[in-house]
């Protein structure tokens, strides 16, 4: 599941610059990005939301509709859905077509399941919807070790199906990670093949992609290559504006620069929870949620945390270096699953700044925060290079197995004294 | 893709949804997926009249804009007509 800001071109002349006015919030967003299920066909390694298994707590087909009118009083030019795989609901086109016909735009991201001949036809007739196909390696060896066994096939299918139906300028959505860096050109060639657009987002360590963030986000001198290769192709690749912490290279990326969550975008998730933004699923980005009286619309403009979002932000420790103009500290998500603080810099700073901070942070992971929700599949498919040899050995700060909940011994969480 | 002349009739894009804000509107287009703003309420005004008047000079002048400042909101339709967020009226790209 991916996020994202539009695409702004130039404003009116003579005009403030539209960061300036956005810093301070909108009165509703330009676009939210809505999670309608946690349900997923697949177990992506890297999943922001940890999906997998749908949560009995989902929204109906009436309370989904209900958001969509909300959006459409509120003018939100369109939603991003994603999942999950959203297109795994029964009522994702019953939704789709609910929302297009109430003036709400809808983009939505899927893995290609469900996009039959059939189904991308209808979409191709559709001006109101926009589809982006995710896929993480150009070639099914890069993809589906991430993405899981058969899905770079998938894709291609969707796509071929989506091409076939005359659609133009979907978009092929890519998350950059250091095994698909080198295939850029390759992807562009993937996405020209079938008259899409390319669309390259930022590896985040959230959901699972906190499990895999070491191993997968780009290195230093690949993300030196990646900003210069997104710096030649300009207008033509889409980023999402998630690649702003790059700009500290040099000129300023096509789109905002700026942090939006909160401000101009926010997350709904399947059960209504509101965050500040799709890769900040956790209680310290939880706004409230749109079931509570007052809906949506009261949590955008009411919620403690979007208003305090809303100020300018404050460079904290990277306010006395140069680049802060351009970078503004990086991704808020970013630094909080890696743990470091939220007003230095974020973890991938092209300074190296974030680099010096994590190789600082304690050994101990647990400090680092987690997701507030995990629906993985219970049974996802084995990992990495091969199996990992475990020795089982207590921790050697316990002298004792870890109390659960369920633990009834009455002399549950009593330290005794030891050989006494 | 040079401007019609003012004395022609415009319109918005028919993909074109406008949002009023405190400071004038936002403008996204649905077909070209661009995001634009308005900088101010009278500009917000002469595109909201540009559909009903028998020319975009027409619009400005019911929007209340007078002749001293009609060179900078020409220029302003031009950039919008540049982005396709407006168009001639009956002359759809």
Redesign the interface.
């Known amino acids: 599941m991916t996020a994202s800001t539009p695409q702004t071109s130039r404003p009116a002349p003579g005009a403030a610059r539209l960061v300036d006015l956005f810093e301070y919030g909108l009165d509703a967003p330009i676009c939210l990005t809505w999670e309608l299920t946690y349900a997923c066909n697949l177990s992506c390694a890297h999943c922001l939301s940890s999906s997998g298994r749908r949560d009995p707590r989902e929204l109906t087909t009436q309370e989904a509709k209900a958001v969509i009118d909300e959006l459409e009083a509120m003018q939100v030019f369109y939603v991003n859905i994603g999942g999950g795989e959203p297109t795994v609901r029964a009522d994702f086109w019953e939704l789709l077509d609910y929302a297009t016909a109430h003036h709400v735009g809808v983009k939505f991201s899927t893995n290609g399941v469900r996009i039959t001949p059939e189904i991308a036809r209808r979409l191709a007739g559709n001006d109101y919807v926009d589809v982006q196909i995710s896929l993480d390696g150009a070639t099914a060896e890069v993809n589906d070790a991430v993405r899981g066994p058969g899905s770079y096939d998938t894709a291609l299918r969707a796509m071929r199906n989506l091409s076939d139906a005359g659609m133009t300028d979907f978009k092929l959505s890519v998350v950059c990670t250091r095994h698909n860096i080198p295939q850029m050109d390759e992807f562009k060639a993937l996405a020209d093949r079938y008259g899409a657009q390319l669309r390259l987002t930022r590896l985040r360590p959230s959901g699972r992609g906190a499990d895999v963030w070491d191993e997968l986000h780009p290195l230093p001198e690949q993300q030196r290559l990646l900003y210069d290769w997104l710096v030649a192709h300009g207008d033509t690749v889409l980023t999402g504006d998630s690649f702003f912490h790059l700009s500290a290279y040099g000129q300023a990326l096509p789109g905002l620069n700026l942090c939006g969550a909160g401000r101009v975008v926010c997350l709904i998730d399947p059960v209504g929870d509101v965050y500040a933004c799709p890769f900040a699923i956790h209680d310290e980005f939880l706004a409230g949620n749109i079931r509570r009286p007052g809906g949506f619309a009261e949590v955008w403009r009411e919620s403690e945390l979007f208003q305090n979002l809303r100020e300018p932000q404050n460079g904290g420790a990277c306010a006395s270096c140069a680049f802060y103009d351009t970078c503004k500290g990086g991704c808020m998500a970013a630094k909080f699953f890696t743990g470091l603080p939220l007003d230095g810099p974020d973890p991938e700073c092209v300074q190296g700044y974030g680099e010096q901070l994590l190789a600082g942070r304690s050994k101990d992971r647990g400090l680092i925060p987690k997701p507030s929700g995990d629906h993985s599949h219970r049974t996802s498919p084995a990992r990495g290079p091969g199996p990992v040899d475990l020795v089982l050995t207590r921790r050697p700060d316990r002298d004792r197995p870890p109390v659960g909940d369920c633990d009834e011994h009455p002399l549950a969480g009593m330290s005794l004294p030891r050989g006494g | 893709m040079t401007a019609p002349h003012l004395d022609r009739a415009w319109d918005l894009h028919p ?1 074109v ?1 406008v ?1 009023p ?3 004038g509107a ?1 403008l ?1 287009h ?10 101010d309420r009278v ?1 917000l005004a002469v595109v909201q009249a540009l559909a009903a008047a028998p020319t975009a000079r027409a619009a400005c002048a019911a929007a209340g804009v007078d002749d001293k400042d009609m060179p ?1 909101y020409e ?2 339709l031009a ?2 007509h540049r ?1 396709s967020m407006v168009v001639e009226r009956n002359r759809l790209p």
Do not use: C, M
């Open positions: 993909q949804s949002r804000e405190p400071f936002l996204y649905f077909g070209t997926r661009k995001l634009t703003f308005l900088k500009l900078r220029k302003a950039a919008l982005s």
